[in-house]
């Protein structure tokens, strides 16, 4: 699988990462729904003999149980995979999140989460969101030092933007910066892109597949209907009208792009969001190994100009279509 180096770091990620954010599993204000551990660390070991080189998880995701998951699941192998990880989000004993950038909290995560992954060492760590804005500037420097005790080897900035990223890095360098794209979330490209080429900074993307959106195994019913213990998705607004049906056909259009190169439609979302050469890695989300074997190959897929035309010409559409709404 290809490789491209994170910025100004010495990491070389695989164009593809693995996502952990369903393998929390329920009990928790943003829960994918009931995950299964035996099929959650079948997933990670099937990641790995794919040939990522890189897993993206987080202490709130399922306030633990993710890491601990990865942590299952890496014991004993001989070479362990780049661990990136985040702070910044705490749940309490009903699973309720909140954001706590406060220097003692984050000095007290990282070490939960060192525990919990079973490593000496993180080497991508997260500033999971920029709230509260006003502690930024507290969190990062709360990073920085424990980069200087070894606990933590590159400091990443996740959801920020542009003007949170110069401050945080007017303290210390931010080595990477991940944040959502698809075709469905281009915020991206408005400045975030550009100042991180300037910068030397590395850029992962979350979301790429759009929570499952483009992968076209949504039906409308489906959609309107997500399980209870679905917290996040039921929050997410491309999942409801009027959105959906607009989504939903934008997913129709892209079916025959994807067919004629006898692709996936989730393959056809990750290699769009990878034609961009400025992207290091996307993460891609994945509960069992057969989703993880099929989203992987997506990883060497270069779309032609014409196809990348015709998705542009059908993500046009989607854009003028909402504007009405």
């Known amino acids: 699988m290809k490789t491209r180096k994170l910025g100004w770091t010495d990491l070389d990620l695989t164009t593809v990462g693995l996502g952990t954010f369903a393998l929390g599993g329920v009990g928790w204000q943003a829960s994918w729904g009931p995950q299964s551990d035996d099929d959650s660390v079948a997933t990670i070991l099937r990641s790995l003999e794919e040939g990522i080189n890189w897993i993206d998880t987080a202490p709130i995701y399922g306030l633990g149980h993710a ?20 702070c910044g989000l705490a749940g309490d004993e009903q699973g309720k999140v909140s954001f ?63 003007k949170q990223l110069k401050r945080v890095h007017a303290i210390h360098p931010v080595a990477a910066v991940q944040n959502p794209y698809s075709m469905l979330e281009r915020e991206l490209e408005d400045e975030v892109l550009d100042y991180c080429t300037r910068n030397n900074i590395g850029i992962v993307v979350w979301g790429p597949i759009a929570h499952g959106l483009l992968s076209g195994k949504f039906t409308r019913e489906r959609a309107l209907n997500l399980d209870r213990d679905d917290g996040f998705r039921r929050n997410v ?7 959906l049906d607009i989504n939903l056909k934008l997913v129709k259009g892209l079916e025959p792009i994807a067919r004629r190169s006898g692709r996936s439609l989730a393959q056809l979302a990750i290699a769009w969001v990878l034609r961009h050469p400025a992207l290091t890695s996307a993460i891609v989300g994945a509960r069992k190994p057969a989703q993880i074997e099929e989203t992987a190959k997506a990883a060497d897929w270069e779309l032609s100009p014409e196809d990348i035309a015709e998705i542009e010409r059908l993500l046009s559409e989607r854009k003028e279509a909402l504007s009405l709404i």
Request: glycine content about 6%; aromatic content about 6%; cysteine-free.
């Open 67 to 86: 890491e601990e998951v990865v942590s299952r699941a890496l014991k004993g192998l001989s070479r362990k995979p780049i661990i990136s990880t985040k």
């Open 100 to 162: 706590v950038l406060k220097r003692d909290s984050i000095l007290a995560e990282v070490d939960g989460s060192l525990k919990r992954l079973g490593v000496d060492v993180i080497d991508l760590y997260h500033v999971h969101w920029p709230i509260p804005d006003e502690d930024i500037e507290e969190a990062w420097g709360a990073v920085a030092q424990l980069i200087k005790e070894g606990k933590v080897r590159y400091a990443a900035a996740s959801n920020f933007n542009v």
């Open 237 to 243: 607004p491309h999942f409801k009208e009027p959105a």
